[in-house]
Every structure is written in C-alpha cells, then in structure tokens.
C-alpha cells in the first residue's frame, strides 16, 4: 500500500495569472526540503501537489512531517491512491481504515469530486461506500455529525485518493516570492518568530546578528546559529551574518550619555544592516519589536530608529502580546532554544532610566558626540557570514 502526500495548496489559487510561478517555487522547495530523504515524483494538479515517494523505504513520517512546514500549503494528508471504481476504492478503505473500523464504533464516509465525469455523484458514492463498509463491520454505525473516524474518498483527475481528515500546513506563500530580508537576529522570543512571519509571506529571509565579545560569549553566538538552523526547517536555508559590535558599544558607552545609550546602539545596528542589505540586495530589514514591550520600542523610540532608515522596517510582532509572540515560537520550535540563558549584546550596557519619550533631536545630539562613521565602515567590513540550515 503506497503512501502519497496531498499538499493543498492555499492562497496560491487566488493568484491568477502569476499562480504558475509561484506553483513551481513552491515545487521547487519541496524538492529541496525533502531531497536528503531519497527520491520523489512531484506532481501539481486541481490546487494540490501530489508527492509520490519512488521508493519503498523512505520514511513518510518525516516526509510528512518536513511537507508540514513548507510555507504555501494550507492542508495536507496521506492518502492511498485507488484506481477510480468503487470495487478499488471500497479494497483501499479495507485495508488503510481496517484496524480503526474495527475498534470505532461510529464513522462517516465523506466523498470529494473533482473529476466531473465520474459517473456517480458524490452522495451516491458516499453513501454506496457507507453500505460496503456497514455490511463488512456489522458493530459500526453511521454518524455524520461526530464520527470517530471518517473515510474521505477523493475522486481527482488523476485517480482516487483515501485519506482520512487533513490537518493544517504551514499556510501563508512560498518562500522566495516576496523578494529578499534581512532580519535583526538577537538570541530572544520575538525576532525569529518576526523573521518566520515573514518568511510565511514569501520572503527570503537571512539574518544578521551583533555580538559583542568579550561581553558575549561564542556560547552566546552558537545559540543565535542554533535559532537560524530551527528556523530554516521553515524559512529555507539563511544566509547568517555576524557583526562585530564591541567597539562601538564601547564607544556609546564612554562617549554618549547614558540614558540614550540603547536607542544609539538601535540606530547604529539598523545603519549597519542596511549598508549590508544595500550592498547584498536585500529589499527591507526585519525586527522582532513590539510596540511598547520595552522602553526602545515606544512610537516614540522608534521614530528615532526608523530616522536612519532608507529601506523599509518590517516589524511583523509589532501587535502581538508577549505571550501570542511565545505561542508561535512554541509552535515554531524556536522557544525552547530562545529562553537559553545567554546574554545578548543589547543587554551588556543598558541604561539606568532609559527615554521612553525620546525627542528625535535630542538622540541625534547624543549620538553626535561620537564619530561612529569609521567604526560603522569597519564593523561592515568585519562582517562574517556563512550558510545555516540544510535546505
Ligand atoms: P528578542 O526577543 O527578539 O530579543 P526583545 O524583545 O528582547 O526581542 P530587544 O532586545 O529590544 O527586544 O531587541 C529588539 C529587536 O532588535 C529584536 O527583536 C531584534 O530584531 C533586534 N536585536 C536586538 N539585539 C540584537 C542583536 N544582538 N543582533 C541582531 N539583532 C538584535
Ligand atoms: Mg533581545
């Protein structure tokens, strides 16, 4: 009994007349994803992609599992393909749904037609379905409102699948239709699941991260690559930059006065990224902030980051609460790895009463006491980056 994955597709079928090229990037990231687990016929066809494993023992649970992450399908099942008869179909059923027919007492058959010129109807078929099995198991009933199992016999184009209910996929666009981000990796909750939001609408995301040593530890960095490697069974392999960041944290702290100290390193981080995202051709940077989660990320605060700021600042968690932002790292994988307990370069020299209402020319002055410009070409300069995740 061969398995075959069914991957729904979900917002793709509203794109018209560009649906094809984002059917083929979403092809092409399944090949991908699943590519280290042997070899595999992809199929697209009537909003799903079909995909049919070529050889007997590749293990269906990761693959399944590995399709359930792939941004750009909104459903999925594992289903056994039948030729299109009721005798072939009713022999599926038999042998996929035996051992829980047996055990359950209620069920419903439930039939889905997208082949017009099959000869019945969906209800007939259901219902002749629901006769053959009733006659088969005589301790089962028939229950459409709460069934413990329900049969879902699909009558496609390319023949009859049996399933049982699907679940839900990873939703949202495939990766690689929106262009490309950099996101601003800190080792916290909020900007891996701000840079996998993103990623669910399509963007082809890398990160870039600030350390600071010796004020952070290279513990504290493998922990950042350890999130963008959980990230990437979402996102897609990430291109991970590192920038040294000690000397003009150094320079903030002896040179500009203390309660400005966080929103000067903001501003000085987001100019950093951006240089890198101009020259590597990224479109927009991307953040985990909140709006008024902590005292950087007021309006306020924010006006004077965004200040620096000639491409666009996606802030994807900017109105979630904290504990929605945690739900989707939790769901993601990320949080286990993110409530480690390292230190973060934003955390090495943070302000005693930091401005939650800062005025704009005021930080400018603060930071004007320091020349950061060398530094900022230097830190660019130093900027390491390598390749994390697999697929
Ligand atoms: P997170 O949970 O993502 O760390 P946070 O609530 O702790 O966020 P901040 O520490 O104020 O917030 O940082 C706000 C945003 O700035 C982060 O979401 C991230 O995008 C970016 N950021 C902070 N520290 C770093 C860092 N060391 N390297 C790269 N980006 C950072
Ligand atoms: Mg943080």
């Given at each position: 009994m061969k398995e075959i994955i069914l991957c729904k597709y979900g917002?793709?079928?509203?794109?018209?007349?560009?649906r094809g090229s984002f059917e083929s990037v979403l092809m092409k990231n399944v090949r991908r994803r699943l590519r280290s687990l042997g070899q595999f016929s992809l199929r697209s066809g009537q909003s799903t992609l079909y995909v049919e494993p070529l050889?007997?023992?590749?293990?269906m649970d990761e693959v399944f599992e590995r399709c359930s992450k792939?941004?750009?399908?909104?459903k999925l099942c594992r289903a056994i393909g039948s030729e299109k008869n009721v005798e072939s179909v009713f022999a599926v059923i038999c042998e996929r749904f035996s051992d829980i027919l047996s055990a359950k007492k209620t069920f419903k058959v439930a039939v889905k037609r997208s082949?017009?010129?099959?000869?019945?109807?969906s209800p007939e078929l259901a219902a002749q379905l629901g006769g053959m099995i009733l006659s088969k198991f005589h301790h089962l009933k028939v229950d459409?409102?709460?069934?413990?199992v329900t049969v879902i016999c699909e009558i496609r184009d390319e023949g009859a699948f049996v399933h049982d209910v699907a679940v839900d996929g990873a939703g949202g666009i495939p990766v690689g239709t929106s262009g490309r981000g950099l996101l601003l990796l800190s080792?916290?909750?909020d900007s891996p699941v701000a840079g996998c939001m993103m990623a669910k609408r399509g963007v082809e995301l890398s990160a870039i991260h600030f350390e600071a040593p010796p004020y952070t530890s290279e513990r504290a960095l493998m922990k950042v690559e350890r999130l963008a490697e959980k990230m990437s069974e979402y996102c897609g392999r990430i291109q991970f930059y590192t920038v040294p960041f000690t000397k003009i944290q150094e320079e903030i702290r002896n040179r500009c006065p203390e309660d400005y100290f966080t929103l000067i390193m903001r501003r000085l981080m987001m100019e950093i990224a951006q240089r890198i995202a101009e020259r590597d051709g990224y479109l927009a940077l991307c953040t985990g902030e909140s709006l008024?989660?902590?005292?950087?990320?007021t309006m306020a605060a924010m006006v004077t980051t965004d200040a620096v700021c000639r491409i666009p600042v996606f802030r994807?968690?900017?109105?979630?609460?904290k504990k929605e932002i945690i739900d989707i790292a939790y769901k993601l994988g990320t949080f286990e790895i993110s409530i480690e307990p390292y230190e973060d370069c934003c955390t090495?020299?943070?302000?005693?009463h930091p401005r939650t209402k800062p005025a704009l020319a005021d930080v400018e002055k603060a930071q004007a006491m320091a020349d950061f410009e060398p530094m900022i070409k230097e830190a660019v300069e130093n900027t390491r980056v390598k390749t994390v995740g697999g697929y």
């Open positions: 917002e793709i079928v509203l794109k018209g007349l560009n050889d007997e023992s590749i293990d792939i941004y750009g399908i909104a082949d017009k010129s099959f000869p019945m109807t459409l409102f709460e069934p413990e080792g916290g909750i008024g989660q902590v005292a950087s990320q994807p968690c900017i109105g979630l609460d090495v020299f943070t302000p005693r």
